[in-house]
Every structure is written in structure tokens, then in C-alpha cells.
């Protein structure tokens, strides 16, 4: 049977960092669901509607993909669409502490599901959705941190970005 894994974050927005752990996961799974989570209670610069666009142009038409929103508890979600894979990517070790937690509390709620980490790429260790809407936001070059389409709609908010 076809290994399903589901990929969450906030996505706010989608980095060259995440497109890379998501290229990898499909050489480990056959299939990745990225979800969108609604509830995070970060306050983000966009909307679900344009986090899960962005996520869409920057991924292609892969059949092996597909994007969607998460809606309440993540467990359920990855029990409802038939997984038991959840894709956690770290980079420093402060990344290791909340993630740890997370990983802890679902598999105590859900012990068929497994918190599966990928180390992230060592170009990209230092990359996060925070730096990229920083420095967008003070006008600075972030053509290569994200997709093309997320350059332009952070150029939309601050012209300055280059
Ligand atoms: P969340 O708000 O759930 O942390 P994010 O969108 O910030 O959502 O991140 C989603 C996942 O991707 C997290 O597991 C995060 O550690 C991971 N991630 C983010 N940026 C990178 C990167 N540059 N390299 C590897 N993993 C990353």
C-alpha cells in the first residue's frame, strides 16, 4: 500500500526550506499531504487562502502532492486521510524543544502515528518564514530563500524587497 505522510506548518510563507524537506519526503514516501494549519495561534502575514496558493504554484502539478488546510486537531486529520506519518523538519537545536514536545504529546494521544524528522539541508539551516517576512518587509534581497511566487507577493505588501 502506498505510504501517505502528512507535512503541517503555518507555511507563512512557503520557503525554499520546505520545498526541500518536501523533495526529500518524496524519495522516503509516496505521498505527501502538505496541510495548512488554520488554528496555529500565530498571527501570520497570509491568509490560509494565500499560504496554501503560494504552495500550490511553487510545488507544480506532481500527483504525488497535494496541498490542503488543516482544520482543528492534527491528529485527526492524519488519521482521516488514511496516515499515520506526520514530517517534521528541524534545523538549530532550538527547533528541537517545541518539536520534541509536539511529537510527545500526539503519540500519546495517537500511538499509531509516528513523528518522522528530517535534518534540514545545510544551505537552508538558517532559513525560516520569520527572516524571509524581516527582511522582505526592511527591503532586502530574498531571491533566494523563496519561490518566485512568493517574491512577488511579498514585493505586493513591501515594494522596497528586492
Ligand atoms: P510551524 O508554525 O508549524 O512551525 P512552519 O511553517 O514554520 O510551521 O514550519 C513547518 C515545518 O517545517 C516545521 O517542522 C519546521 O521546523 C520546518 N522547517 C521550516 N523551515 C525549515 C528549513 N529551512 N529547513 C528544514 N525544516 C524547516
Do not use: W
Amino acid at each position: 500500500m502506498d505510504t501517505i505522510a502528512v507535512y503541517p506548518g503555518s507555511f507563512d510563507p512557503v520557503t525554499n526550506g520546505h520545498i526541500d524537506i518536501i523533495c526529500r519526503g518524496l524519495k522516503v514516501f509516496d505521498n505527501i499531504i502538505v496541510g495548512v494549519a488554520r488554528n496555529s495561534a500565530k498571527k501570520t502575514m497570509f491568509s490560509v487562502d494565500e499560504r496554501i496558493e503560494m504552495l500550490r504554484e511553487s510545488l507544480g502539478d506532481n500527483p504525488r502532492i497535494r496541498v490542503d488546510v488543516i482544520d482543528g486537531l492534527l491528529i485527526d486529520y492524519v488519521r482521516n486521510q488514511g496516515s499515520n506519518i506526520i514530517i517534521r523538519g528541524l534545523r538549530a537545536v532550538s527547533d528541537f524543544e517545541y518539536e520534541f514536545q509536539l511529537a510527545q504529546v500526539n503519540h500519546t494521544v495517537e500511538k499509531n502515528i509516528e513523528t518522522m524528522f528530517m535534518m534540514t539541508s545545510v544551505r537552508y539551516g538558517y532559513l525560516s518564514s520569520s527572516v524571509v517576512k524581516e527582511m522582505g518587509s526592511l527591503g532586502g534581497d530574498i531571491k533566494d530563500f523563496v519561490p518566485e511566487c512568493v517574491l512577488q507577493r511579498i514585493r505586493e505588501k513591501y515594494p522596497l524587497t528586492k
